[in-house]
């Protein structure tokens, strides 16, 4: 994207049809670290990879509870996300208060996306620079929707956002069909092996990763790092038990090859 | 000086409502008088009305009050069937959630000193069970299995306590609401022998039309050969 007469301001269309400023903010969403979100029928998972600024500071964390049913997971500028967090914390709060019930996921989002959309047609307002992962479980089924910068949420079965998403979005393409009828461990397994399609040479530590989780029966949780340990070392294993495999073979013809030698 | 704009006394009224849990649902009655002080002046109100197709709501106390009641209740229906998504019906506000959402409009206007001069019993069917409450003029909102209010409360009330047995048969929960009708309608001054049963069951809500229970009046004293 380059420089065009068209993008100084909110208000004004390009001749093709577009508003830059909206396309520029969801730009701000793409360059944050990779967050992703899967479900199955039980169960909503988001995985996210925190970054650190420099050695000494503490990892940027992307996961947020809205309430014992909702959580988030965000990419993009932190500081809009903790106003749209205390929104949907608000709202969620409001609800429990007048109904005495959960305030389903879908209620909240649309909210969400009314409220994002106001900003892109406001004098002297912007849009918000961060995309949201909303998992939820309410009404007997479980929720993962996509809020963005330009007002639209879509519900998913999985999807994955910020710099070098793609990869991870590859991987849950090729597998997400499995999702529905996965256990809890499986599915969050699931969510960190694509994770660690984006995570480029960052090596997964369980201080860079982020796992929470909601469902039936479970209260959104943000895991511990020590559970967070536990997924990593699975794939971890899994990885070594192919590498192993791989050097047995390579030993099997190396044997093969002396003992032609001998026969000769 | 401006006129006092806000609820000062109840002007037309109506008594009892009686609630009774049941093996399959839950019954509501009440008579269907509208009382003007002591003249019994409308003699065929509603005060037993559908909310949605899984929650009846019953009122004690000023009508006009009631009538709004169920204006603003319906009118939440409609709000939140545009916010609820899918549009399905089973989606909509559940009774729990009305019964909740009533307790702090009343409360909320009781604190401003202007209630809604009622006693109103919500009552429902809600994920495969019964559920039925009260709220009153002042906010203050519970949970049973019985429920009466008005002269209910100290006439029927007691009675509805020594019959009830938790799933009991639809027909015993009838006779227990006819007998307390019937001592309401013998003793309370604001009352006329004319019901209406509400029942709710998985299926749905069931309103009768107005039915008459028998009561005798004749004076023990001067019958022939009783005393």
């Not at chain 1, 998403?165 to 991987?171: E, H």
């Not at chain 2, 009046?217 to 050969?225: C, K, M, P, S, T």
Request: proline content about 3%.
């Amino acid at each position: 994207m380059f420089r065009t007469q068209y993008d100084s301001d909110i208000s004004i269309y390009s001749p093709e049809g577009r508003l830059y400023q909206i396309e520029y903010a969801m730009q701000a969403v793409a360059q944050g670290s990779t967050a992703l979100g899967l479900k199955s029928k039980t169960h909503a998972v988001v995985v996210t990879l925190m970054r650190s600024s420099d050695e000494l500071s503490s990892h940027q964390r992307k996961i947020f509870k809205v309430d014992g049913h909702m959580g988030i997971a965000i990419s993009g500028l932190t500081a809009d996300a903790r106003v749209l967090l205390k929104f949907m914390r608000n709202e969620t709060l409001h609800h429990k208060f007048v109904y005495g019930s959960n305030l389903p996921t879908g209620e909240v989002v649309s909210s969400l996306a009314m409220k994002s959309q106001r900003n892109t047609q406001r004098w002297g307002r912007r849009p918000y620079g961060v995309g949201l992962l909303v998992i939820g479980y309410d009404g007997d089924k479980t929720h993962l929707y996509q809020t963005s910068p330009s007002g639209n949420c879509f519900s998913y079965y999985a999807q994955a956002i910020g710099s070098r998403s793609q990869s991870a979005r590859t991987y849950l393409e090729k597998n997400f069909k499995a999702f529905p009828e996965l256990g809890l461990e499986e599915l969050v397994l699931h969510g960190v092996k694509a994770l660690k399609e984006s995570s480029g040479k960052e090596t997964l530590t369980k201080l860079n990763v982020g796992i929470a989780v909601v469902g039936k029966e479970q209260k959104f949780e943000i895991l511990k790092p020590n559970k967070v340990q536990t997924y990593l070392d699975q794939i971890l294993q899994t990885e070594g038990e192919i590498e192993i495999e791989n050097e047995n073979e390579n030993e099997k013809d190396e044997e093969a090859e002396t003992l032609e030698l001998k026969l000769d | 000086m401006q006129p006092k704009k806000k609820t000062l006394r109840p002007i037309v009224t109506g008594s009892s409502v009686l609630g009774i849990k049941y093996k399959d649902g839950v019954i509501l009655a009440s008579d269907t008088l509208g009382s003007y002080g002591s003249l019994a002046r409308f003699r065929d109100i509603r005060r037993i009305v559908p909310i949605t197709k899984h929650t009846v709501i019953g009122g004690t106390g000023e009508f006009s009050d009631f009538q709004e009641i169920t204006k603003i209740l319906r009118q939440k229906i409609i709000e939140n069937q545009e916010l609820v998504e899918s549009g399905k019906e089973e989606d909509e506000l559940l009774p729990s959630e009305i019964h909740s959402y009533l307790s702090r409009v009343l409360y909320g206007r009781r604190n401003k000193f202007n209630p809604l001069w009622n006693d109103v019993v919500v009552a429902g069917f809600e994920k495969g069970k019964v559920h039925m409450g009260t709220v009153d003029l002042w906010g203050s909102y519970f949970e049973d299995d019985i429920i009466a209010t008005g002269y209910g409360t100290y006439f029927a009330l007691p009675l509805m306590r020594k019959a009830y047995k938790k799933d009991m048969e639809r027909d015993k929960a009838l006779e227990v609401l006819r007998d307390c009708l019937t001592v309401l309608f013998y003793r309370d001054c604001r009352t006329i022998n004319r019901y209406v049963f509400a029942e709710i069951t998985k299926e749905g809500v069931n309103i009768t039309d107005p039915v008459e229970i028998e009561t005798k009046w004749e004076i023990a004293d001067w019958q022939e050969g009783k005393l």
